[in-house]
C-alpha cells in the first residue's frame, strides 16, 4: 500500500519562504502526476501546482511567480518551494498522487495527510 507523507509546514511572516515535502512510500514502480492542492477554511481544496514525469508543471494563477514544484523520481518525492508567501497562502496544504502504480497493480486517488501552512501579516 503507497503512502504519502508531507513535512515541512509551519508558521512564517508575510514575505517569508517555506518548502514543503512529499514523500511517496511503498512497492511503487511508477507515479505520472504528483501534485499540491490546499484548503484554507471554509473554502474548497483547490490545485496549487502539479508535475508529471516528464517535469510538465501546472500552476493555480495565484502562486505562480512564487511557488514552484519539482519533484525526485528516484526518491518518489515531490516538493513546494513557497516564496514570498501572503497571508491568503494560509492553508492545509495536500500531497496528491492520482495514480499510482505499485507491484500489486494500481493505487488510485491518493493523498497525504495535510501539514498546515500559516502565514502572519
Known amino acids: 500500500q503507497v503512502r504519502l507523507v508531507e513535512s515541512g509546514g509551519g508558521l512564517v511572516q508575510a514575505g517569508g519562504s517555506l518548502r514543503l515535502s512529499c514523500a511517496a512510500s511503498g512497492s511503487i514502480l511508477s507515479i505520472n502526476v504528483m501534485g499540491w492542492y490546499r484548503q484554507a477554511p471554509g473554502k474548497q481544496r483547490e490545485l496549487v501546482a502539479d508535475?508529471?514525469?516528464?517535469?510538465?508543471?501546472n500552476y493555480a494563477d495565484s502562486v505562480k511567480g512564487r511557488f514552484t514544484i519539482s519533484r525526485d523520481k528516484v526518491k518518489n518525492t515531490v516538493y513546494l518551494q513557497m516564496d514570498n508567501l501572503k497571508p491568503e497562502d494560509t492553508a492545509v496544504y495536500y500531497c496528491?498522487?492520482?495514480?499510482?502504480?505499485?507491484?500489486?497493480?494500481?493505487?488510485?486517488?491518493?493523498w497525504g495527510q495535510g501539514t498546515l501552512v500559516t502565514v502572519s501579516s
Open positions: 496528491s498522487a492520482p495514480a499510482v502504480l505499485t507491484t500489486s497493480g494500481w493505487n488510485l486517488g491518493l
Open positions: 508535475i508529471t514525469t516528464g517535469s510538465s508543471t
